[in-house]
């Protein structure tokens, strides 16, 4: 049985703060804001993939009134829940994600991205796909306050696991 979900999340943009994408730290003046680390597109794939196995979404597995999650690693997040979803017998087929973010381009960072993500979802890199666009000068994004990631995750669901 083959599952689709989908993940979006924004996240404000504020100084003195690291900018992480995908567990990668990119260069930047300002990063993101948000009680773990704020990692607009990991966040996104953590509910895509949370939506395709019917599993909630990331606030209810990782409250962020929960001191635990105060400036976690995100990707320590998705490791959790792709061994949660490999313990229900499903297997993560690919990912696909689109950060929309005026600043700075990610053109020279999306390898770096796919790379580490493939690498937490424990799947090969073509499995995943990241690609980057702007909002055109228009909206939150557009205005440089803040970043929006979308993610999309198909999975097979094995046969112990429930529907
Ligand atoms: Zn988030």
Same mark, same amino acid.
């Given at each position: ?9 924004? /996240?404000?943009?504020?100084?003195? *703060?690291?900018?992480?994408?995908? @567990? ?9 804001? @948000? ?25 209810? /597995? ?5 001191? *635990?999650?105060?400036?976690?690693? !995100?990707? +320590?997040?998705?490791?959790?829940? $792709? ?9 993560? $087929? =690919?990912?696909? &994600? ?15 991205? *796919?790379? !580490? ?6 799947? @090969?890199?073509?499995? $995943? =796909?990241?690609? &980057? ?7 939150? $994004?557009?205005?440089? +306050?803040?970043? &929006?990631?979308? &993610? ?6 094995? !046969?112990?696991? /429930?529907?």
């Amino acid at each position: 049985m083959i599952r689709t979900g989908i993940g979006l999340d924004t /996240h404000r943009f504020e100084a003195g *703060r690291p900018l992480i994408l995908g @567990g990668v730290r990119i260069e930047h003046d300002r990063g993101l804001a @948000g009680h773990s680390d704020a990692d607009v597109l990991t966040h996104a794939v953590i509910d895509a993939l949370l939506g395709a196995a019917g599993e909630g979404d990331i606030g209810e /597995h990782f409250p962020d009134s929960d001191p *635990r999650y105060a400036g976690v690693d !995100s990707i +320590e997040l998705l490791r959790t829940v $792709v061994a949660r979803l490999a313990e229900r017998g499903a297997q993560i $087929v =690919n990912v696909d &994600a689109t950060v929309i973010m005026e600043r700075p381009k990610l053109g020279a960072h999306k390898r770096a991205l *796919r790379a !580490s993500l493939a690498s937490a979802l424990r799947i @090969g890199e073509p499995a $995943v =796909n990241v690609k &980057a666009t702007t909002g055109e000068g228009m909206g939150f $994004v557009g205005r440089g +306050e803040g970043v &929006a990631a979308l &993610a999309v995750a198909t999975l097979e669901m094995g !046969s112990g696991a /429930h529907a």
